[in-house]
C-alpha cells in the first residue's frame, strides 16, 4: 500500500543532518602481512553452489540421466522455471545429482539447504521402496523415500561446517524399484558460508503449506453483498503436528464483532472456535492432529457486505472493491502463530502462496476485474458468471461495477487492463495503461518475468490511501509514480514475500527504490536527507511501531529505505546490485524473505564488511 504520493514526497524533503559516510580502513602492507601471518584465512561469505535454482541449463552440474535437470509438465519448480526431477518413471532406475564445490577456508559457518518434493504411486506406510540419499563427499546427510511424500516443497537444511576448506561434492542418488512411481523433485539447492555471524539459520519451516481455495460466490444487484462457499486445502510442512489452523478475517477491521462484514458458518473438516484478534482470526480445531506432509480441507458458508467508502475494502458509488475480504490462512512458523492485528496504516498480511479457483455469480451489467486470469459465461435472468483462476498467489481480491474498461499488451505481451470509475477521463484512463504496460516490463526485466498472466488496475481518483496492491490486480489513483509502485508490488510481495506486519520495509522500501528504477531515478544524495526522530527509530521497524508514530512511517519505510538501497547499489556498484536482486529474486520465488537473509545475501556479493553499512542505515534482522 502506497500512501497519497504527495505526502511521499513531502516527507522526502525534510531537512537533515549529513550522516557520515561508509570509511575503511586503511592498513599498511607490514602491518597486513603481520595480521596475515598470525590470524587463520579470512572468511568471505559466500553462496558456493552455482546455479542453485537450475535456471541456466545443465553446467556445471553432472546429470544422468542428462533429462534429470528440466522444467517438463508434470512437476513444478520452487522458484523460476527450472528444477531437478529424479526417477519418477515406475520402473527400476537410478539417477544421479552432483556438482564440486569448494567451500573455502576460516568460514566458521557452512550450511547446506535444498527444497524437496516427494510424490508416489505407493500405497505402502511401512516400506521404503524408492529413495533419494543427499550426501556431501563421502557422508551421508540424509536418505528420503516414498514414505516421506509431501505436497508441494519442504525446506532441508544441514550444517556442513566441517567441510571448510575442502572441495567436496555434493550430490543426490534416487533410486527407484520395478513399480510405482516414486518421483524426488529438487530446487534452490544452496550452500551457504559466513564467518559464523552472516548467514541466518534456516528458517523453521512455515506451515500450513501449498494452500489451494475453491471459493463460489453469488452477488446481490449492487455488487456490495456476496454469499456462498468456499474451501481450503493445506498441508502441514513443519515435523510438530497441526492441531489446529487459523483463518484471518481481516476485513473484520472494518465493521464490528457484533455485526462483521465477514461471516464464517457451518465450518466442515474442524471445529470453528470463538473469533480472536478483534475479530480477524478465527481458530478452527481439527479433528485429529495432522503430521508432517499430511494434508486436508476445511470448508465454510461465507458472507461478505462491502462497507461503504472508497476504501481496499469499501463502495465508491456504484464500484465495489473488494480486496482481504476472502479468509485466508495464518501462517504458522519456530515463533509461532502469526496472528497481528490489522493496521489501516500498512498492511498485516503475511500468506503463503497459494493456488486460487474463484467463481463469481453477478449481474451482467458489473464488469468484475479481479486476481488471475478470468473468462466469463452467460449465467441466468441477465447475470453473468465470471471463473478467476490465479496460481502462487498470496491473496484474492476483486472489484465490481459499470467500470469503464481499456485494454492492451506489454511489449513483452503481457495483456494489461484498466478499469476506470465515473469521472476518469479517457485520457487520464490511456495514460495509466501506458504506464502500467511500460512499469510490468522494466520490474520484469530487474527482477523476473511476470508470472501472472494478466494486469488488472483499477483507477479511482477517491482513494484516501493513494494505492494497493494485490496478485494481479491493483487499486489505484491517476498517478504514474503510485501506479509504477504498486505494479513494483507484483514482485516485492507478491512473488518474494514478506511479513508485512514485522518487516514492512521488505516489501515497502524495495518496491520504491525498483519504482525510482523504473522512472530512472539515481536516488543521488536522497541519503543526505536523513534525521532520525529517535534512538528507537529504524527503517526495519514493525508495524507496531509505525503504528505509534504513523506520522513517520512513509518517511522512513519508503523514503529511508529506498535510500538505503540506493547506497547500497553504489556500495557494491550497478551491476552487482542488479545481479544481487535479480539472483535474490529467483531464490525467494513464490517464498518468503526476511532481514537476516537479505543482509546476508548483500555481504555474499561484496568483499567489503558491510556491518558498518547496516548500523549506519538502521537496518537490524
Same mark, same amino acid.
Given at each position: 500500500?502506497?500512501?497519497?504520493? +504527495?505526502?511521499?514526497?513531502?516527507?522526502?524533503?525534510?531537512?537533515?543532518?549529513?550522516?557520515?559516510?561508509?570509511?575503511?580502513?586503511?592498513?599498511?602492507?607490514?602491518?597486513?602481512?603481520?595480521?596475515?601471518?598470525?590470524?587463520?584465512?579470512?572468511?568471505?561469505?559466500?553462496?558456493?553452489?552455482?546455479?542453485?535454482?537450475?535456471?541456466?541449463?545443465?553446467?556445471?552440474?553432472?546429470?544422468?540421466?542428462?533429462?534429470?535437470?528440466?522444467?517438463?509438465?508434470?512437476?513444478? &519448480?520452487?522458484?523460476?522455471?527450472?528444477?531437478?526431477?529424479?526417477?519418477?518413471?515406475?520402473?527400476?532406475?537410478?539417477?544421479?545429482?552432483?556438482?564440486?564445490?569448494?567451500?573455502?577456508?576460516?568460514?566458521?559457518?557452512?550450511? !547446506?539447504?535444498?527444497?524437496?518434493?516427494?510424490?508416489?504411486?505407493?500405497?505402502?506406510?511401512?516400506?521404503?521402496?524408492?529413495?533419494?540419499?543427499?550426501?556431501?563427499?563421502?557422508?551421508? !546427510?540424509?536418505?528420503?523415500?516414498?514414505?516421506?511424500?509431501?505436497?508441494?516443497?519442504?525446506?532441508?537444511?544441514?550444517?556442513?561446517?566441517?567441510? &571448510?576448506?575442502?572441495?567436496?561434492?555434493?550430490?543426490?542418488?534416487?533410486?527407484?524399484?520395478?513399480? !510405482?512411481?516414486?518421483?524426488?523433485?529438487?530446487?534452490?539447492?544452496?550452500?551457504?558460508?559466513?564467518?559464523?555471524?552472516?548467514?541466518?539459520?534456516?528458517?523453521?519451516?512455515?506451515?500450513?503449506?501449498?494452500?489451494?481455495?475453491?471459493?463460489?460466490?453469488?452477488?446481490?444487484?449492487?455488487?456490495?453483498?456476496?454469499?456462498?462457499?468456499?474451501?481450503?486445502?493445506?498441508?502441514?510442512?513443519?515435523?510438530?503436528?497441526?492441531?489446529?489452523?487459523?483463518?484471518?478475517?481481516?476485513?473484520?477491521? +472494518?465493521?464490528?464483532?457484533?455485526?462483521?462484514?465477514?461471516?464464517?458458518?457451518?465450518?466442515?473438516?474442524?471445529?470453528?472456535?470463538?473469533?480472536?484478534?478483534?475479530?480477524?482470526?478465527?481458530?478452527?480445531?481439527?479433528?485429529?492432529?495432522?503430521?508432517?506432509?499430511?494434508?486436508?480441507?476445511?470448508?465454510?458458508?461465507?458472507?461478505?457486505?462491502?462497507?461503504?467508502?472508497?476504501?481496499?475494502?469499501? +463502495?465508491?458509488? &456504484?464500484?465495489?472493491?473488494?480486496?482481504?475480504?476472502?479468509?485466508?490462512?495464518?501462517?504458522?512458523?519456530?515463533?509461532?502463530?502469526?496472528?497481528?492485528?490489522?493496521?489501516?496504516?500498512?498492511?498485516?498480511?503475511?500468506?503463503?502462496?497459494?493456488?486460487?479457483?474463484?467463481?463469481?455469480? /453477478?449481474?451482467?451489467?458489473?464488469?468484475?476485474?479481479?486476481?488471475?486470469?478470468?473468462?466469463?459465461?452467460?449465467?441466468?435472468?441477465?447475470?453473468?458468471?465470471?471463473?478467476?483462476?490465479?496460481?502462487?498467489?498470496?491473496?484474492?481480491?476483486?472489484?465490481?461495477?459499470?467500470?469503464?474498461?481499456?485494454?492492451?499488451?506489454?511489449?513483452?505481451?503481457?495483456?494489461?487492463?484498466?478499469?476506470?470509475?465515473?469521472?476518469?477521463?479517457?485520457?487520464?484512463?490511456?495514460?495509466?495503461?501506458?504506464?502500467?504496460?511500460?512499469?510490468?516490463?522494466?520490474?520484469?526485466?530487474?527482477?523476473?518475468?511476470?508470472?501472472?498472466?494478466?494486469?488488472?488496475?483499477?483507477? @479511482?481518483?477517491?482513494?484516501?490511501?493513494?494505492?494497493?496492491?494485490?496478485?494481479?490486480?491493483?487499486?489505484?489513483?491517476?498517478?504514474?509514480?503510485?501506479?509504477?509502485?504498486?505494479?513494483?508490488?507484483?514482485?516485492?510481495?507478491?512473488?518474494?514475500?514478506?511479513?508485512?506486519?514485522?518487516?514492512?520495509?521488505?516489501?515497502?522500501?524495495?518496491?520504491?527504490?525498483?519504482?525510482?528504477?523504473?522512472?530512472?531515478?539515481?536516488?543521488?544524495?536522497?541519503?543526505?536527507?536523513?534525521?532520525?526522530?529517535?534512538?528507537?527509530?529504524?527503517?526495519?521497524?514493525?508495524?507496531?511501531?509505525?503504528?505509534? /508514530?504513523?506520522?513517520?512511517?512513509?518517511?522512513?519505510?519508503?523514503?529511508?529505505?529506498?535510500?538505503?538501497?540506493?547506497?547500497?547499489?553504489?556500495?557494491?556498484?550497478?551491476?552487482?546490485?542488479?545481479?544481487?536482486?535479480?539472483?535474490?529474486?529467483?531464490?525467494?520465488?513464490?517464498?518468503?524473505?526476511?532481514?537476516?537473509?537479505?543482509?546476508?545475501?548483500?555481504?555474499? &556479493?561484496?568483499?567489503? @564488511?558491510?556491518?558498518?553499512?547496516?548500523?549506519?542505515?538502521?537496518?537490524?534482522?
Amino acid at each position: 500500500m502506497r500512501p497519497t504520493p +504527495h505526502k511521499a514526497l513531502a516527507a522526502s524533503a525534510l531537512a537533515a543532518a549529513t550522516m557520515a559516510a561508509l570509511s575503511l580502513p586503511v592498513t599498511s602492507a607490514s602491518a597486513a602481512s603481520a595480521a596475515s601471518a598470525a590470524a587463520p584465512a579470512a572468511c568471505s561469505p559466500a553462496q558456493v553452489v552455482a546455479d542453485s535454482g537450475f535456471e541456466s541449463g545443465t553446467s556445471p552440474w553432472t546429470q544422468s540421466p542428462t533429462t534429470v535437470i528440466t522444467n517438463r509438465a508434470g512437476q513444478s &519448480a520452487h522458484g523460476g522455471t527450472g528444477f531437478a526431477w529424479l526417477d519418477g518413471t515406475g520402473r527400476t532406475r537410478t539417477d544421479s545429482l552432483s556438482q564440486s564445490v569448494a567451500i573455502p577456508a576460516g568460514c566458521g559457518s557452512a550450511r !547446506l539447504t535444498f527444497w524437496l518434493h516427494i510424490d508416489t504411486a505407493e500405497t505402502t506406510s511401512s516400506v521404503a521402496y524408492d529413495k533419494l540419499t543427499a550426501k556431501i563427499g563421502s557422508t551421508t !546427510l540424509a536418505t528420503y523415500s516414498n514414505l516421506d511424500r509431501n505436497t508441494g516443497y519442504v525446506q532441508k537444511s544441514f550444517d556442513v561446517s566441517a567441510f &571448510a576448506g575442502q572441495t567436496v561434492s555434493v550430490a543426490f542418488t534416487g533410486s527407484e524399484d520395478s513399480s !510405482l512411481q516414486t518421483s524426488f523433485v529438487l530446487d534452490d539447492v544452496a550452500l551457504d558460508t559466513s564467518d559464523g555471524g552472516t548467514t541466518p539459520p534456516a528458517d523453521s519451516p512455515r506451515t500450513p503449506a501449498a494452500p489451494s481455495y475453491t471459493v463460489s460466490l453469488s452477488s446481490d444487484s449492487s455488487g456490495t453483498v456476496w454469499t456462498g462457499h468456499e474451501s481450503a486445502t493445506f498441508t502441514n510442512a513443519s515435523s510438530a503436528a497441526l492441531t489446529e489452523v487459523y483463518l484471518r478475517l481481516w476485513d473484520n477491521y +472494518h465493521g464490528t464483532c457484533s455485526a462483521p462484514p465477514i461471516t464464517v458458518r457451518n465450518v466442515t473438516g474442524g471445529t470453528a472456535g470463538p473469533l480472536s484478534v478483534g475479530c480477524t482470526a478465527l481458530r478452527v480445531d481439527l479433528p485429529a492432529p495432522l503430521g508432517q506432509g499430511q494434508s486436508a480441507t476445511i470448508g465454510f458458508d461465507l458472507g461478505i457486505t462491502v462497507p461503504s467508502g472508497a476504501d481496499r475494502f469499501g +463502495h465508491d458509488g &456504484a464500484f465495489s472493491f473488494v480486496g482481504n475480504a476472502l479468509p485466508v490462512l495464518a501462517v504458522k512458523d519456530g515463533t509461532g502463530w502469526h496472528l497481528d492485528p490489522y493496521t489501516n496504516n500498512g498492511e498485516s498480511f503475511y500468506s503463503l502462496a497459494a493456488d486460487f479457483k474463484v467463481t463469481l455469480d /453477478h449481474p451482467s451489467s458489473l464488469l468484475v476485474p479481479a486476481t488471475g486470469t478470468s473468462t466469463g459465461t452467460p449465467g441466468t435472468g441477465g447475470r453473468t458468471i465470471t471463473t478467476a483462476t490465479a496460481s502462487k498467489v498470496r491473496d484474492f481480491a476483486w472489484a465490481a461495477g459499470p467500470f469503464t474498461k481499456i485494454s492492451g499488451s506489454s511489449s513483452a505481451g503481457v495483456p494489461v487492463n484498466v478499469y476506470s470509475v465515473s469521472g476518469i477521463s479517457s485520457s487520464s484512463a490511456q495514460s495509466m495503461l501506458t504506464t502500467a504496460k511500460s512499469a510490468v516490463d522494466a520490474h520484469a526485466a530487474r527482477f523476473g518475468a511476470y508470472p501472472y498472466g494478466e494486469l488488472d488496475a483499477v483507477i @479511482d481518483n477517491n482513494f484516501w490511501f493513494g494505492g494497493m496492491e494485490y496478485p494481479g490486480f491493483v487499486l489505484d489513483l491517476v498517478s504514474t509514480t503510485a501506479l509504477t509502485h504498486e505494479i513494483g508490488h507484483q514482485w516485492w510481495y507478491g512473488i518474494v514475500g514478506d511479513d508485512e506486519y514485522n518487516s514492512p520495509w521488505l516489501d515497502e522500501a524495495f518496491t520504491d527504490y525498483a519504482t525510482d528504477l523504473a522512472l530512472n531515478k539515481t536516488g543521488a544524495n536522497c541519503w543526505n536527507s536523513v534525521s532520525w526522530a529517535s534512538s528507537g527509530e529504524k527503517i526495519t521497524n514493525s508495524m507496531a511501531y509505525w503504528d505509534a /508514530h504513523s506520522s513517520r512511517y512513509s518517511t522512513v519505510v519508503y523514503g529511508y529505505g529506498k535510500c538505503a538501497l540506493h547506497d547500497l547499489r553504489r556500495v557494491l556498484g550497478d551491476t552487482a546490485m542488479a545481479k544481487l536482486l535479480k539472483d535474490y529474486a529467483t531464490a525467494h520465488w513464490y517464498g518468503v524473505s526476511t532481514t537476516a537473509e537479505f543482509k546476508a545475501a548483500a555481504q555474499a &556479493a561484496t568483499t567489503t @564488511d558491510l556491518t558498518s553499512f547496516w548500523t549506519t542505515h538502521r537496518i537490524e534482522g
